[in-house]
């Protein structure tokens, strides 16, 4: 909270809003600004109080700047002291399109979806037996599935919209399964295919800078899990017509994986024409910079 003065000074601030100099309205809205997210609340009682339109807009305008700011400094944050907890990255990009996300609900539906996996592993099984048992799980009993629509929604890409609707994109699909298995101690890492997202199973959990040599088999979250093998890339790659690479079969790191997301959902909202989505967008893809 700010002290008396301050506060004083950012409520004097804000019933400037509607000044008709645009440099000095520049200036006060600079003033605003630095307050950071301290002047959130008085922008949003501004906004439920005041029927000028002119103070409207410009309260909207500056309540956007501000929760940029704080997203892409979230993001930031995440890539420099967190980026192992892939969960947190995807329900940080998530509040692009759901700013109201429920965290702590992600979080439980998430714990009871490990529940119900793990009751059903143990020490014995096989790394592939392992993967059965979370496809059966994942795509048997709860139903998780591609989405089939050519033209995806922006609210495809984000974790309580996959959780709800139980579908979703490769990449989606894909995050959802790495968090899983990776609370379960299964080494499951993504894969940044061209146009496709994958996943790999490793030979441990300990492995620093894995090797194709380190990979087990493959997985494709968006078929019901389906395995497969080097040989299936080598052939889908051909028919794409590309130059191998090595990113192509070995895993990724969580930070790509997220950028990716941004990157896919900013092609969805490309789609839509929503230009403050695609700005907001380019802010947070500013951080893996």
Excluded at 144 to 153: E, L
Excluded at 209 to 237: H, K, M, W
Excluded at 266 to 283: A, F, P, R, V, W
Aim: one cysteine or more; charged letters at 25%.
């Amino acid at each position: 909270m700010l002290p008396q003065t301050q506060n004083t000074t950012l409520t004097a601030l804000i019933n400037l809003l509607d000044e008709p100099d645009e440099k000095a309205f520049g200036l006060i809205q600079d003033q605003i600004l630095r307050r950071g997210m301290d002047a959130m609340e008085p922008l949003e009682h501004c906004l439920e109080n005041s029927f000028n339109i002119i103070v409207h807009d410009r309260a909207r305008s500056i309540i956007r700047k501000l929760n940029q700011e704080k997203h892409y400094n979230d993001v930031l944050n995440w890539i420099q002291t967190a980026s192992s907890d892939l969960l947190t990255g995807f329900m940080l990009v998530s509040k692009v399109p759901s700013p109201s996300l429920d965290e702590n609900e992600i979080i439980y539906r998430i714990e009871q979806l490990k529940i119900d996996i793990w009751i059903e592993l143990h020490e014995n099984l096989t790394a592939l037996e392992n993967i059965q048992v979370m496809n059966h799980i994942l795509f048997e009993i709860h139903h998780f599935g591609g989405d089939k629509t050519s033209a995806k929604s922006p609210v495809t890409y984000c974790a309580d919209a996959l959780l709800e609707t139980r579908k979703g994109s490769p990449l989606t699909l894909g995050i959802l399964f790495i968090i899983l298995a990776q609370k379960l101690g299964l080494p499951v890492y993504g894969v940044n295919l061209p146009q496709h997202f994958i996943l790999a199973y490793l030979s441990g959990n300990d492995i620093e800078d894995p090797a194709e040599d380190d990979v087990l088999f493959y997985i494709n979250p968006v078929n019901n899990g389906a395995v497969f093998t080097r040989r299936e890339i080598e052939l889908y790659i051909g028919q794409m017509k590309i130059r191998p690479e090595r990113s192509f079969f070995t895993p990724c790191t969580n930070t790509d994986i997220i950028r990716r997301l941004i990157n896919e959902l900013k092609y969805s909202y490309n789609q839509t024409g929503e230009s403050d989505m695609i700005e907001d967008l380019d802010s947070l893809l500013t951080a893996f910079e």
